[in-house]
C-alpha cells in the first residue's frame, strides 16, 4: 500500500514538474538577445515590453535606455521619455546612431532646432548605414522647411477629438448640407477611380472635385467635372500649382468659391501629407501659390481633409500624429474667422499650439470656451465678439470695443480700425496687380501697370504710418486710463485681464534670481542715470514707469547674455571624449564615473543657449516698450517745432523708424523666424532706439550748450577713439602694437617679464568676422587669439591687474555694442581659469 501511494506521488510530482516547465517554456523571454530580435524584425511592441522588463533591473544600463527611446519613438508612445533615454545613451557614446534617432524624436515633438542639429551631428559622424543618413538628409530637409514655415502658428480652440478608422472618417464629419457634400469616389462613380479616395460636391451639387492616379502617372492628381444640362461633363485635371508631381488628394472648396483646400506630400512642408490653401483668381481664371496651413494643423505625420463650416463656424481636419496603424484622429475645432497666424515668440508655444488639446489653448481668453469675454460683460457687447484682437499690454487684450474705458482711445481705435480694412483692401489690389504684370507683355500695359502700382504702395505705406500712429495713441491712453484708475483703486481688471498671473508687469523692477547679480546694482543705476533727466523733462509718471520697467529688461538681458557668454566659454574647455565602439553597445554601465565632464559641459552648452534665447527675447520686450512711447513723443515734438531747428529731430526720428520698420520686416520675411534673424532684428531695433533717444535729448535740450556740442556731431564730427579719449595723444608705439596684435593673433602683456603673472582681459566676443572698426574704437585696446581649425577668433579688450579693475569697464564694453562682454585671465600669455579668492 505505501509503496502503491509513493508511486502515485512521484507521478504526480513528475506530472506537476512538466507542466512547470511547459509554462517556463511559454514565458515570454525578457532577454537583451530577444528584445534585439524583435527590433531587428520591426516589432517594437514586442521589443518596447522586452526592454521595460529590462529597464525594471538595470536602469542606468545605456543600451536598454537606447533601444527603449527607440521603441518609444516607433511606437509612438511618450516621446519626451523617448528623448531623455536617447540622451542618456548619447551622454554615454553607446553610438554614433543615437543622434539620427533623437533627431527623429526631436522632429515629431516640433522642436526642430534641436532635430536640425541632431541630423547634422549624425550626418557628420560618416555612419555606413546608408538607409538612414539618406533619411537623416531627408528629415533634415523637412526640419529646415519646418522651421521656416513655423515662424507663424495659429492657435485655436479644439472643441472634440475623435479616433476613427481611417476609412470610417467619413462618418466623422459632420458639415452643414449648405457647405456641400463628401464622398467615397466608389459612391459616386461606378468605375474607373479608386472608389475609397475622398472627394467633394459643391453646395450647388454643380461641380465635384476628386483625386485619381491617371494611366500614365503613378501619382494622385486632383480632377474636376462640371454638371451640363444633359449630365456632367469630362473630368478635367486641374493645373499646377494645386498639381504637381507629388501626391495631391483630399480637395475641398469653400462656399466663396475661391478658397480652396488640399492635401499633398510635396517637398517643402513638414513631412507626410500636409494642408494647403489656395485662392482662385477670376481675373485670371488660375490658381495663385498655395499657403502651407503650418502649425497646428501639419505635423511631421500625415495631415489631410481639412473642411470648413461657416455656418455653424467649425472646421474638421484627420491625422495620423497621435496614432498608429490604420486609425487617425479627427480634430473638431472652432473655425469663426478669427484665427490668424500670429508670429512665435517662443519654441515652446509651437509645442503647446501643435499638441491640440481638447478645450485648446484659447478657452478663457479670446473667442472660445464658456468662460469668454462676452460672457463675462454679461453679454452686453455692442460691437461683433471676436471681431478684433487688440492688446493693451503683455497682460490685458481686448476683442470688443465695449472694453474701452477711454472713450478717446476708443475712437483713435475705431478710425485705425477702419483704415486697416483699407489698408488690407488695397494690398490685395496691389498684389493683383503684380500678378498682371507678371503676364502682360505690352509694353505699354506694363508701364501703366507699374505706375498703379507705385500709387497703390504709396498709398498702403502711408495707411501703414497711419494706422500705427492711431493704435499707438489708443493703446497708450487707455493704458494711462487703466493705471490712473488702479492707482484710485476703482479698475474692475477681471473683465479684460488674462488672468496668468505669471505675466502681469511690475513696474518697480525685475527679479532677478541671486546666482546672476553681480554688478547688477551698478548696472542699473549707470543706465537709469543716463536717462533720468530727459525722462522727467519728457515724459509722463505713466510713461517714466514704463521705460523704467523696459531700462530694467535691458539690463537683465545683458547680464543673461554675459552669463550666457561665460558658461559658453567655460563649456569648451572640456577635451572632447572618444566615442564608444558599436561593439561595446550590450555592455552594462553601471554608474555615470567618468563622463562628468562630458555631462557637465552638455549642460553648460544647453543652459547657456537657453540663457542666450531668453536674453533676446528681453531685449526685444524692452525695445518693443521704449519705442511707442518715444515714437508718439518724437511725433507730438515735430509739431511744435519750427523748420530751422526740427530739421536734424526729425531726420534722426525717421531713421529710428525706418530701423524699426526693417526689423520688422526681418521677422515676418518669406524666410521664416530663426535665432540668428531675431537677434539681428534685435539689434536694429537697438539701434532705432538710440537714434530716437539721440532725437530726444536734442529736443529736450534746445536753449543749452548741450544741444549744439550734439548738432556739431550730428552734422559730422568724427568720434575719436577710446584710447586717445581716455589716454589723451596716446602713444604711437602702443597703437602701433595694438594694430599687430590684430594682425598677428598674438596676446601682449604688460609685464612680459613677469611670466606668471596674473593680467585681465575682457573678452568681448568670438566671431567669424571681425567686429566693426567704429565699436572696437569705443573701447580699450584690442587684442585677438585665432582658434586654429575652427574658423574662429576670440577678442579682447584691455590689460589689468584685478579682476575688480576689468570688471569696472564692462559696462562701457556692453555699451559699446559687446553685450556678451566678461572677464578673463592670463597668465604667462595664456588664457586660464579665473583664481579662486
Not at 502515485?8 to 512547470?20: A, D, H, Q, R
Not at 472643441?159 to 466608389?186: C, I, M
Not at 476708443?410 to 483704415?419: A, I, S
Request: charged share 30%; net charge negative; glycine share 6%.
Amino acid at each position: 500500500m505505501i509503496k502503491y501511494l509513493c508511486s502515485i506521488c512521484f507521478w504526480v510530482l513528475m506530472m506537476g514538474t512538466g507542466e512547470y516547465s511547459l509554462m517556463l517554456a511559454q514565458e515570454p523571454a525578457y532577454t537583451p538577445k530577444k528584445g534585439l530580435e524583435y527590433i531587428k524584425a520591426g516589432d517594437f511592441e514586442n521589443a518596447e515590453l522586452v526592454y521595460a522588463h529590462l529597464l525594471k533591473k538595470y536602469p542606468k544600463d545605456a543600451a536598454y535606455n537606447y533601444y527603449m527611446g527607440i521603441c518609444l519613438l516607433n511606437n509612438r508612445g511618450d516621446l519626451s521619455q523617448s528623448v531623455k533615454m536617447l540622451n542618456y545613451a548619447q551622454i554615454k557614446r553607446v553610438s554614433r546612431k543615437v543622434n539620427y534617432y533623437l533627431g527623429r524624436a526631436h522632429q515629431l515633438s516640433f522642436q526642430f532646432d534641436e532635430a536640425i542639429s541632431n541630423f547634422e551631428k549624425f550626418l557628420k559622424s560618416r555612419s555606413t548605414d546608408f538607409e538612414k543618413v539618406s533619411k537623416a538628409k531627408f528629415f533634415l530637409t523637412q526640419c529646415r522647411d519646418s522651421k521656416r514655415i513655423s515662424s507663424k502658428i495659429y492657435e485655436l480652440t479644439v472643441l472634440d477629438k475623435s479616433k476613427t478608422l481611417r476609412d470610417d472618417v467619413l462618418e466623422v464629419y459632420a458639415p452643414a448640407k449648405e457647405v456641400g457634400r463628401l464622398y467615397k469616389n466608389g459612391d459616386f462613380f461606378e468605375s474607373g477611380v479608386e472608389p475609397d479616395n475622398v472627394m467633394f460636391e459643391t453646395e450647388r451639387g454643380d461641380v465635384v472635385y476628386f483625386s485619381m492616379a491617371s494611366s500614365s502617372e503613378d501619382t494622385m492628381s486632383i480632377y474636376k467635372m462640371q454638371k451640363l444640362l444633359d449630365g456632367w461633363g469630362d473630368s478635367e485635371r486641374i493645373g499646377e500649382p494645386v498639381n504637381s508631381v507629388y501626391n495631391d488628394a483630399f480637395p475641398f472648396m469653400e462656399t466663396d468659391g475661391l478658397t480652396f483646400y488640399f492635401s499633398s506630400d510635396r517637398p517643402g512642408g513638414f513631412g507626410g501629407f500636409d494642408i494647403y490653401k489656395i485662392y482662385y483668381d477670376n481675373e485670371t481664371q488660375g490658381f495663385l501659390d498655395p499657403i502651407n496651413m503650418g502649425i497646428p494643423f501639419n505635423s511631421p505625420d500625415d495631415d489631410y481633409l481639412f473642411v470648413s463650416d461657416e455656418f455653424n463656424q467649425v472646421a474638421w481636419f484627420a491625422s495620423n500624429r497621435e496614432t498608429k496603424g490604420d486609425t487617425v484622429m479627427v480634430y473638431k475645432v472652432k473655425w469663426d474667422g478669427s484665427q490668424v497666424r500670429n508670429m512665435v515668440d517662443d519654441p515652446v508655444q509651437i509645442v503647446e499650439s501643435a499638441s491640440l488639446k481638447l478645450g485648446g489653448k484659447n478657452d478663457n481668453k479670446l473667442g472660445g470656451g464658456s468662460h469668454s469675454l462676452s460672457q463675462q460683460n454679461n453679454g452686453n457687447s455692442s460691437g461683433k465678439h471676436g471681431e478684433f484682437s487688440f492688446s493693451i499690454n503683455d497682460t490685458i487684450q481686448y476683442s470688443n470695443f465695449d472694453y474701452f474705458i477711454n472713450t478717446e482711445a476708443l475712437e483713435l481705435f475705431k478710425t485705425g480700425y477702419q483704415m486697416e480694412h483699407q489698408r488690407d483692401s488695397l494690398a490685395l489690389l496691389m498684389k493683383n496687380k503684380r500678378s498682371e504684370f507678371e503676364r502682360v507683355a505690352n509694353e505699354v500695359d506694363r508701364n501703366r501697370i507699374v505706375k498703379d502700382i507705385l500709387k497703390l504702395e504709396s498709398s498702403v505705406y502711408n495707411l501703414d504710418d497711419q494706422i500705427r500712429e492711431k493704435y499707438l495713441l489708443a493703446r497708450q491712453k487707455e493704458l494711462h486710463e487703466i493705471q490712473d484708475r488702479i492707482k484710485q483703486g476703482n479698475y474692475n481688471r477681471s473683465i479684460r485681464e488674462d488672468q496668468d498671473e505669471s505675466k502681469v508687469l511690475n513696474f518697480d523692477g525685475v527679479f532677478v534670481p541671486e546666482k546672476y547679480t553681480f554688478h547688477i546694482n551698478d548696472e542699473f543705476v549707470r543706465h537709469y542715470s543716463k536717462r533720468a533727466d530727459m525722462y522727467n523733462k519728457l515724459f509722463s509718471e505713466n510713461d517714466i514707469a514704463t521705460l523704467r520697467y523696459a531700462d530694467s529688461l535691458y539690463v537683465w538681458a545683458n547680464i543673461l547674455n554675459l552669463e550666457s557668454a561665460r558658461l559658453l566659454e567655460h563649456s569648451t574647455q572640456v577635451e572632447e571624449v572618444e566615442p564608444v565602439k558599436i561593439a561595446q553597445l550590450l555592455k552594462r554601465v553601471d554608474s555615470l564615473k567618468g563622463d562628468k565632464e562630458e555631462a557637465t559641459s552638455t549642460q553648460m552648452i544647453k543652459e547657456s543657449k537657453e540663457l542666450k534665447i531668453l536674453s533676446n527675447r528681453m531685449y526685444h520686450k524692452a525695445l518693443n516698450k521704449k519705442y511707442p512711447i518715444y515714437y508718439l513723443k518724437l511725433k507730438d515734438a515735430s509739431r511744435k517745432l519750427n523748420e530751422s531747428n526740427s530739421k536734424d529731430i526729425l531726420l534722426l526720428s525717421q531713421q529710428g523708424n525706418t530701423y524699426f520698420r526693417e526689423a520688422k520686416d526681418i521677422l515676418n520675411g518669406p524666410e521664416g523666424l530663426n535665432f540668428e534673424s531675431y537677434e539681428k532684428a534685435g539689434t536694429i531695433k537697438k539701434a532705432g532706439i538710440e537714434k530716437q533717444e539721440k532725437a530726444l535729448r536734442l529736443y529736450s535740450n534746445l536753449d543749452n550748450d548741450e544741444w549744439k556740442s550734439a548738432k556739431e556731431e550730428h552734422q559730422g564730427t568724427i568720434q575719436q577713439p577710446y584710447t586717445k579719449i581716455h589716454k589723451g595723444d596716446a602713444d604711437k608705439e602702443t597703437i602701433t602694437k595694438v594694430d599687430k596684435e590684430l594682425e598677428t593673433g598674438t596676446i601682449i602683456t604688460e609685464n612680459k617679464d613677469s611670466s606668471d603673472k596674473e593680467i585681465y582681459k575682457i573678452q568681448i566676443g568670438v566671431f567669424k568676422n571681425p567686429p566693426k572698426q567704429e565699436a572696437l574704437d569705443k573701447i580699450p585696446e584690442v587684442s585677438k587669439v585665432v582658434l586654429e581649425g575652427r574658423g574662429l577668433t576670440k577678442y579682447f579688450s584691455g590689460n589689468y591687474n584685478s579682476f575688480e579693475e576689468a570688471q569696472k569697464v564692462i559696462p562701457e564694453i556692453i555699451e559699446a555694442g559687446f553685450t556678451g562682454a566678461f572677464v578673463v585671465c592670463f597668465i604667462g600669455g595664456k588664457q586660464s581659469s579665473l583664481p579662486k579668492k
